[in-house]
């Protein structure tokens, strides 16, 4: 008999991953292709070294994972590690074996693993069930609610989770480090941490964010394949969960980011997309792809709130590093992006154009910012993605706190410099005072 997805089986089953994160009407789909299944005590599942690869799920009771009847692991229904699939590697590499009277269903793997595309619409490929987003304390609801795992395969969705590697940090412990090679992802279930920055060796550092449950981070490091740009410190004790660097390229980065090259970028340009080029405004200003809109990676986060959902957008830097890193943060925020291969290395002179600027006063001179030329009229801007006709200048403002947060770390390394040049010249004068009494002459 087919199951009731609103029936007390549906909504357990409904709980279960990956059929948790896919679209309701494509679950009802499945409940009409399972049956929950019974067997009593001491009765096999499956045995090590079948074939098979349909997907065991424990609805009632406890199961046996063993080998050679020596027992590896005892899986209990609603348990944590009752929410996967029974021991699902292929071929079994151990035997599945009811402890007690159980109940369990039994489900073909390519339902799951390759759902019919035309099943799938609006924002995000999966839609996380309205019983699983009650529970605000679930760690994994929490995280499959994001942008970022909605978009992916379902048949990743449970290598992930089992994946993750839980550790613990206690308060005032560097997690992270600024400059040091991008090993994991984290995913934070319990406490608070901050993240700082020093722009130079010398500066002050300063805090950029605090961040709680169920944000992540260190995936920018991963994604670019640059050093880490921030040092992440606990501020209380912290329950994490990691991911090393393999895994999630493997099973998040690849598929989650789509690149096009230069000859793709046409039909997209004339789709009326976005053209967003990421690097620095100066490195915009020598050259870039006419038409494309500049908002510099550092304050992108800022700027998302300017940006419109409904328009898909190509991500341009220099090589297509930080262009991936900041795809990424779109997607996570449910904006269609895709990555100019290669950036703008990659792009023929032809395609490139330059940047004619002018001076923009503001605050009675007390800020100077060095503004792109118009070469559209503000409602073709608007048109390509943007939300008022004074998004540049809101750009360049950023640019201009940016730099004046460099200019205050400087000025306060100089402060030091004087200071330390001060001590230096006193130093200087007693050595020379000391000298001249060696060399006055003895009476």
């Not at 009752?82 to 269903?105: E, M, S, T, W, Y």
Request: glycine fraction near 4%; charged fraction near 30%.
């Amino acid at each position: 008999m087919a199951v009731d997805p609103k029936s007390e089986d549906g909504t357990a089953i409904r709980r279960l991953t990956p059929l948790n994160t896919l679209p309701g009407s494509y679950f009802e789909t499945i409940c009409n292709e399972m049956t929950v299944q019974h067997a009593k005590s001491g009765e096999l599942l499956f045995k090590r070294g079948e074939q098979t690869t349909d997907l065991f799920y424990l609805i009632e009771g406890v199961v046996w994972l063993q080998s050679d009847e020596f027992i590896v692991e005892e899986i209990a229904a609603n348990s944590s590690s009752g929410k996967f699939a029974l021991a699902h590697q292929i071929p079994r590499k151990i035997d599945a074996v009811a402890k007690n009277d159980i109940r369990f269903i039994q489900i073909a793997a390519e339902l799951i693993k390759q759902p019919p595309a035309e099943v799938f619409s609006g924002e995000s490929s999966f839609m996380i069930d309205d019983e699983v987003e009650e529970n605000d304390g679930d760690w994994m609801g929490q995280l499959l609610k994001s942008p970022i795992f909605q978009r992916l395969p379902a048949a990743n969705l449970q290598k992930i989770l089992m994946g993750f590697q839980e550790i613990s940090f206690e308060k005032g412990e560097k997690i992270v480090g600024q400059d040091e090679p991008a090993d994991y992802y984290f995913f934070i279930k319990a406490g608070e941490c901050v993240l700082t920055r020093k722009p130079s060796p010398n500066a002050r550092e300063i805090t950029l964010a605090k961040l709680g449950v169920n944000d992540t981070f260190g995936e920018d490091a991963i994604i670019s394949g640059n050093p880490r740009n921030v040092s992440v410190t606990a501020i209380t004790d912290m329950e994490l969960l990691r991911m090393d660097t393999e895994r999630f390229v493997t099973l998040i980065k690849n598929e989650i980011l789509t690149y096009i090259s230069i000859q793709e970028l046409q039909v997209y340009s004339d789709n009326n997309c976005l053209l967003l080029d990421v690097r620095a405004f100066d490195e915009f200003k020598q050259k870039h792809i006419e038409n494309s809109t500049n908002i510099p990676l550092f304050s992108l986060r800022m700027q998302l709130k300017t940006l419109k959902r409904k328009n898909k957008i190509v991500v341009i830097c220099e090589d297509g590093r930080e262009s991936s890193t900041a795809a990424y943060l779109l997607i996570k925020n449910k904006f269609d992006a895709v990555v100019l291969e290669g950036g703008i290395n990659a792009v023929p002179e032809s395609f490139l154009s330059q940047t004619s600027v002018f001076e923009v006063e503001e605050n009675d001179g007390q800020e100077i910012f060095l503004m792109q030329e118009p070469e559209v009229e503000s409602k073709t801007v608007e048109s390509i993605g943007l939300s008022d006709s004074n998004t540049e200048v809101e750009i360049l403002r950023a640019e201009n706190n940016r730099l004046k947060m460099e200019n205050e770390n400087l000025l306060q390394e100089k402060q030091k410099l004087d200071k330390d040049y001060r001590i230096l010249l006193k130093q200087t004068e007693k050595l020379k005072q000391v000298l001249d009494k060696f060399k006055a002459p003895k009476t």
